[in-house]
């Protein structure tokens, strides 16, 4: 596990990441911009190569963005509370925007423009939120498969048996983890390599979310934000071992 993710869920200081130091990242440095702009490069990326069409183009707009965050405004303060998916959603779009010439384009036809206007840049927050949810579970899928190459636990064999054929029986399941591993899998076997692939998968996803948060955030914009990113489902098992006893119940 890498320095921004959380190791474990130890009440009362809630999912702290590992940063060699227990303070929140977003204090006024450059150092806590930078880890920002690294950790979620991959998603910023995939989302203007989606927005414009043209990898090159996406890499110049990324820069430019990057750039922005480093050494604008910004500079030397400090990182605003809050989902980071909500920091870098609004900059990433009006970027698009500005690169698609809307605004240049409302302005010059006037009001008329304005409901367009909104309902393009509503359709760009909602394409960067699938991407981001995406980019989330790519990266518990990746953990899970380094954990299968550590461990020889086939977690992620299973798993991906299963999402890549969803109606599979406990027999189907492990005939077909069992051709994919060389060896015999039983049904019972298989159904308790997919309980346990299941709960890692689901530790694996709450840790990525966590991480786009504040440390030390409560539980509720945990919650919250699972919610907002569709991501809840995936990962019920780990937020119920998660609760705080105060939360139980509702």
């Not at 921004?4 to 999912?15: C, G, K, S």
């Not at 990326?45 to 069409?53: Q, T």
């Not at 690169?99 to 393009?120: K, M, P, V």
């Not at 399941?173 to 060389?182: C, I």
Request: glycine content about 8%; hydrophobic content about 40%; proline content about 6%.
């Amino acid at each position: 596990m890498d320095e921004d993710r959380i190791e474990a869920y130890r009440p009362p200081r809630r999912f702290i990441r590992r940063e060699g130091r227990d303070r929140d990242p977003r204090v006024g440095d450059r150092t806590a911009w930078e880890r920002v702009i690294r950790r979620h490069e991959p998603a910023a990326l995939r989302y203007l190569r989606d927005a414009v069409g043209d990898p090159a183009k996406a890499e110049a707009l990324f820069r430019e963005f990057a750039g922005a965050m480093r050494l604008g405004d910004r500079d030397g303060g400090p990182i605003p509370l809050g989902p980071f998916r909500d920091l870098l959603r609004t900059p990433l779009v009006r970027l698009v925007e500005a690169h698609r010439g809307w605004t240049d384009q409302a302005n010059l036809i006037g009001s008329g423009a304005g409901a367009d206007e909104a309902s393009s840049r509503d359709a760009e927050e909602a394409r960067f939120d699938a991407i981001w949810r995406q980019e989330l579970l790519d990266r518990s899928w990746s953990r899970l498969r380094e954990m299968e190459d550590r461990t020889g636990q086939p977690f992620h064999t299973t798993l991906k048996c299963l999402a890549d054929a969803p109606g599979l029986s406990s027999p189907e399941l492990a005939d077909r983890v069992g051709r994919k591993l060389g060896k015999a899998i039983s049904a019972p076997n298989a159904r308790q390599l997919l309980h346990r692939a299941r709960a890692e998968f689901s530790k694996l996803l709450l840790e990525e979310v966590v991480a786009t948060l504040p440390c030390g955030a409560p539980f509720e914009a945990i919650e919250r934000e699972l919610i907002e990113t569709g991501l809840l489902a995936f990962c019920r098992e780990a937020v119920g071992r998660a609760r705080p006893v105060s939360w139980r119940g509702r």
